[in-house]
């Protein structure tokens, strides 16, 4: 399907895109859609406010009724299985966890020089209750053997040229840990088929990509996986610093496994209007992903100061900021949210460039309008 303006009802697409009102649309040939940061100013992002990021075509061939999804997992274990969703359901535990989605290349779009790729500005995150069962629980049913030590995941969406669009997988030690889900349920009802129903993957702490939508079938593997936007340079970092221009091929480049502490101010909107003499909430999120968040700083009008940070719904949600500003004179003025992690690391006052323009971190800077007296 192209990537034509979001319809306003759902004749042509998956059920839920009907909902997808106020978000941007991306050109090209996929269905590519980010958040305004004032609509992610809830804990959890409603399914209708949350980004969409697909490297191909909508999947064909999926069941209608979701519990009839068969998912395979095979390769490198001693018993393989091939069971319906309703038959996991029955066999395996469902537990939920929050926890933040977000694309490698959120904010993208704000590097300079400018990369290849789709440019998000920012708005390529979300944060959801995904219930699901534990990845490790049907690896244990299925007993890894001893050579496996990633997994390889397979869904049916495919490019124009009919190649997978996307095949990603987990180092075991991932795979394995509790966090990671095989989820069937976003905010508590069934995961919308726009977001990977009936099955995707959810990678605590891992980026986007990762998590794996419309998932049929897991393969573990003895060494990394080389699927679609597995290899080259695609979800890769440079391990090396490096500057604009250095050429690509003289770098050693590693599977991003995780996500640098970033935050986001979701309240007031860009552009806003303030007044002089009226406090106003500047509030948002920040994440991280293995390390956790320690602190956010705001700087209102060129004076930092330190946000209340409130816990999140476990250690992989995002977590509040807030902090009360009242603005003393009149003209535009710029906030700046800068989280730091518990080891000391803040995010970059500037952009965290690299060359395909991932976990981009840099601080968001927002521009107000102070007016002489209240409206
Ligand atoms: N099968 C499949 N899974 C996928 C993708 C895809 O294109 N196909 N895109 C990945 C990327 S790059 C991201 S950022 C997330 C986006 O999830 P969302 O569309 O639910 O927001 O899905 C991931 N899972
Ligand atoms: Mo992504």
Redesign the pocket.
């Known amino acids: 399907m192209p990537n034509r303006p979001i319809p306003d009802d759902a004749t042509d697409g998956p059920p839920d895109l009907a909902a997808k009102q106020g978000l941007h649309g991306h050109d090209g040939g996929?269905f590519n859609v980010e958040t305004p940061a004032h609509l992610l100013d809830s804990p959890l992002t409603p399914a209708e406010r949350?980004?969409?990021?697909?490297?191909?075509l909508w999947?064909e061939g999926l069941p209608d009724d979701p519990d009839d999804l068969v998912l395979t997992l095979d390769g490198h274990v001693e018993q393989p299985f091939a069971l319906s969703l309703r038959a996991l359901k029955a066999r395996f535990e469902t537990v939920e966890v929050t926890a933040v989605?977000?694309?490698?290349?959120n904010g993208r779009g704000l590097l300079d020089p400018p990369v290849e790729g789709l440019p998000w500005a920012g708005g390529?995150v979300?944060c959801a209750r995904f219930g699901g069962f534990r990845l490790a629980d049907l690896l244990r049913a299925a007993g890894p053997r001893p050579e496996a030590v990633y997994t390889a995941h397979h869904?049916p969406?495919q490019t124009e040229t009919g190649a997978a669009?996307?095949s990603?997988g987990l180092p075991l030690w991932k795979a394995a840990s509790g966090e990671t889900l095989v989820a069937h349920a976003m905010n508590g009802v069934p995961l919308p088929r726009?977001?990977?129903g009936p099955l995707?993957?959810v990678a605590p702490g891992f980026?986007?990509?990762?998590?794996?939508?419309?998932?049929t079938r897991i393969e573990l593997r003895d060494r990394e996986h080389d699927g679609a936007?597995m290899t080259g340079f695609d979800?890769r970092v440079p391990t090396t610093p490096v500057t604009p221009g250095d050429p690509l091929d003289d770098l050693d480049w590693a599977v991003i496994e995780d996500v640098p502490v970033k935050s986001l101010v979701t309240h007031p909107a860009a552009g806003a209007r303030l007044a002089v003499g009226e406090a106003v909430e500047i509030r948002g999120f920040a994440w991280s992903g293995r390390v956790p968040v320690a602190s956010v700083a705001v700087a209102c009008d060129g004076t930092w100061r330190e946000a209340a940070v409130e816990d999140g719904d476990g250690p992989w949600a995002w977590r509040r900021f807030r902090l009360t500003w009242t603005p003393s004179r009149e003209g535009p003025a710029t906030l700046i949210a800068r989280a730091r992690d518990a080891g000391g690391r803040p995010q970059p006052l500037g952009q965290a460039w690299n060359p395909r323009g991932y976990c981009n971190n840099g601080c968001q800077t927002l521009e107000v309008v102070v007016a002489a007296s209240p409206r």
């Open positions: 996929a949350m980004f969409v990021r697909n490297n191909g999947p989605l977000e694309c490698a290349g390529a979300a869904s969406d669009a996307l990603r726009t977001h990977g995707r993957i980026p986007g990509s990762a998590w794996q939508k419309w998932l936007k979800y």
